[in-house]
C-alpha cells in the first residue's frame, strides 16, 4: 500500500529509536503525547519524518505507525535496561518505575496486545484502508477530546467498567441494528463506527 519515496529502513528505525529516546527521557517531556513527539520531531531541531505530513490520512497513518512501532521497540529495551516501565498511549508517553517484584515483565506482557502489531512492519503496508480511517479518526479525537471515550461508551450504551469483548458485541449488534439498508441512518452508523473506533484505541492499548 506504502510504495512511497519513504523508505523504511534498518538504519532509518535505529536513527529514530535513538532520537526518540532522548527526547522521552528528557524531564521536560514527561509525560508526552503523540502528536508533540511529532511536531518535536519535525521541528527545526531534529528534523525527523519532515516528509510525511499529518493532513494527507496515508502519511499520517505512516507516522503513528513508525512512532508507535519505536516506542513499542523502546519500551521492551528499557524494561531490559530496568530504566523503567514505558506506558504508551496517544495522550500520554510516560516512563514510570517498574513494579516491585515484576520480575518476569509480567507487566509489560499484559499491557501489550498492541505491540504485536506495530513491531510487525509488514503491517504497514498491510493495514486496509478502513482500518487506517478508524486509526486516524480516533488519533484526532484523541486530542480534540480526552473523554471521548466515556461519550462513545454513551453512544454504544454502554457505561464503565466494561470490557473490550462487550464493546465489540455491542457495536457489531448496534451497527447491524442502525445500517441503512436496514432502515437505519446514515448518520447514526457514523456515530457508532466513530465510537468504535475511539474505544478500540483506547482498550485495545490498555487490554
Known sequence: MFESEYEVSTTFIEELCNTVEAIITQPEHQPISEYKLIKLLQSGQY?????????????????????FHVLYTLQESLLNQKVGLLEITPLRIIIQPIPQNDTSHTTIKQRNKLAEYYLDMKNLA????????????????????PDSHLESLKILDLTPPVS???????????????????????????????????LSQRYKTVG
Do not use: C, V
Open 126 to 145: 498491510n493495514t486496509t484502508p478502513l482500518e487506517i480511517e478508524h486509526l486516524i479518526l480516533s488519533f484526532w479525537k484523541s486530542f480534540h477530546n
Open 47 to 67: 528534523h525527523t519524518l519532515n516528509e510525511l505530513k499529518m493532513n494527507q490520512t496515508d502519511q499520517l497513518f505512516k507516522l503513528h505507525f513508525l512512532i
Open 164 to 198: 473490550y469483548d462487550e464493546i465489540k458485541i455491542q457495536y457489531k449488534r448496534l451497527a447491524s441494528k442502525h445500517h441503512p439498508d436496514k432502515g437505519g441512518s446514515k448518520e447514526m452508523t457514523q456515530q457508532i463506527n466513530q465510537a468504535m473506533a475511539t
